[in-house]
């Protein structure tokens, strides 16, 4: 039964990377090394299911592996809802089932960011946080997981908040991906993570902002030039929480 497992794979899709690896349950720590390939341009249904079997076959797991695969979008009942950062057909696609049956094993399924904050909840740093808190991951994209008393609330998309009289995505605006496409510095990126963290302050009063994404391993060089209410510290397991808590879905 999958909720005995001691281990499970974890495939984390992303809008530029797709990674995976054989995630131990009871640590919450890659046992496997990390296995990554780009992800195809446009990310269509059909290439990232072929680039996820391809990061299964280099990992060599077998069926018996209990598999949850994380995905960048909004995960409804096995459907992706949204497509910010991969291909239009992704909308109203009955994804879960597409991938059960190209890969010919069971999956369990959900949105790449909820997963970082249930990693974070079960093996880093939310771990025994009461309260509201934030985890959200600074990529191509920006993703949220809100997690109330260790209680997950799904697909909050907090990357969609709108830039009032820009008529931008935060996630446009203030993702990493934004950062790296014009070239700003630390500091320069610092401000608008410092209007992007004040605006989510406002709206939600959570108790703690976790970082996670790629990013969040170069913490030291933007998170003390924040100034918010709330304390903000990196995921413990930066940018493996999503592997690690795609894996951890086997766990239900
Ligand atoms: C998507 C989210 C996703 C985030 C991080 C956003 O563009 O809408 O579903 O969690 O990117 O990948």
Redesign the pocket.
């Known amino acids: 039964m999958a909720s005995h497992a001691t281990r499970a794979v974890g495939v984390d899709i ?2 530029t990377g797709i990674k995976a690896g054989v995630v131990d349950l009871e640590k919450g720590v890659l046992e496997s090394r990390r296995v990554k390939v780009a992800t195809p341009p446009g990310a269509e249904p059909k290439d990232v299911l072929a680039a996820v079997t391809e990061v299964l076959s280099t990992l060599e797991v077998t069926d018996s592996i209990p598999l949850g695969v994380a ?5 409804k009942h096995g459907r992706t809802l ?4 991969v291909s239009e057909k992704w909308i109203g696609f009955e994804a879960e089932k597409f991938f059960e049956e190209g890969l010919e094993r069971e999956i369990h399924f959900a ?4 997963v970082a904050g249930i990693a974070e909840h079960r093996y880093g740093a939310a771990r025994d946080q009461h309260g509201l808190t934030i985890l959200t ?1 600074l ?6 997981a809100m997690l109330y008393n260790g209680v997950l609330m799904p ?1 909050s ?1 907090l ?2 908040l709108q830039r009032a009289g820009h008529g931008k ?1 935060a ?1 446009a605006y203030a ?1 990493y991906s934004a950062m790296e496409r014009e070239e700003l510095s630390w500091e320069q990126w610092a401000e608008r993570l410092q209007w992007y963290y004040s605006y989510v302050e406002s709206l939600f009063s959570p108790d703690l902002f976790i970082v996670g ?1 790629g990013v969040s391993k170069h913490a030291d060089k933007f998170l003390h030039l924040l100034e918010l209410k709330t304390p903000i510290v990196p995921a413990v397991h930066r940018n493996n929480a999503g592997i690690i808590g795609a894996a951890a879905l086997a766990l239900g």
Do not use: Q, R
């Open positions: 992303g809008g995905f960048p979008a909004i995960v949204s497509a910010a950062n949105n790449d960011a909820d991951t990529g191509t994209g920006i993703g949220s697909n998309e990357g969609h995505d996630e993702a994404g």
